[in-house]
């Protein structure tokens, strides 16, 4: 209900001045909240356009999500199965290095013994084929050859002295040579006195 508290009365009603003030008064703070409604209207307005933007942007990368999601799962089906045969390959490639294991240590066991063999026929040849060691010779004492030798010549020097020059077969005398100078040549190298 209008408070008309507010109008001065006149005769007959209310005092013109005061009504004209208050429509005007009423209308400004109408026009007022009306263009703030209407800001408020286009700020909406722009908004919701912002977000419906953004909606279609969103689902059109959710479409593009969910074909990605499609392709990663075809490609992990894909990939599973490719597990499970590399699997099974696996297991078939480790039982061939297991048996080819196998097969190597038989065969070096078998070279080993083949190996052994063969050194032991290449000794037995080589003991057969070895000739006899000679025995080792005696050390030759040279200090004893030595004076056997001068007593030797001494006796041959002695035995020069009291007998003469003999013919040989050609007619020809034997030159004697005397027993002392055949004495120094046998005590200058006894070795060869020794060997002659």
């Known amino acids: 209900m209008s408070d008309f ?16 003030n208050y429509i005007e008064e009423t209308s400004a703070a109408h026009q007022k909240a009306l263009r703030k409604l209407e800001d408020e209207k286009q700020a909406f307005a722009d908004e919701n356009d912002h977000l419906l933007a953004e909606n279609t942007r969103l689902q059109a990368e959710l479409s593009d999500l ?3 999601h499609e392709k990663l799962k075809e490609e992990d089906s894909a990939l599973s199965a490719q597990v499970v045969s590399l699997s099974d390959e696996v297991s078939s490639l480790a039982a061939q290095l297991e048996a080819a ?10 070279q080993a013994a083949l190996d052994s063999s063969e050194e032991d026929a290449e000794e037995e040849t080589a003991e057969e084929d070895a000739p006899a060691q000679p025995e080792a010779a005696a050390p030759v004492d040279f200090s004893q050859q030595e ?4 007593r030797r010549a001494e006796q041959a020097e002695r035995n020069a002295m009291v007998q003469p ?14 027993a002392r100078g ?3 040549q046998l005590l200058s190298n006894p070795a060869r006195a020794v060997f002659r």
């Open 5 to 20: 508290s507010r109008f001065r009365t006149a005769v007959g009603g209310f005092s013109r001045t005061d009504v004209v």
């Open 66 to 68: 969910r074909a990605e």
């Open 101 to 110: 294991k196998q097969e190597l240590e038989a065969l070096k066991s078998k």
């Open 147 to 150: 004076l056997a030798a001068y």
């Open 165 to 178: 020059a003999q013919p040989v077969p050609n007619g020809r005398t034997h030159r004697h040579v005397p």
């Open 182 to 184: 055949r004495a120094r």
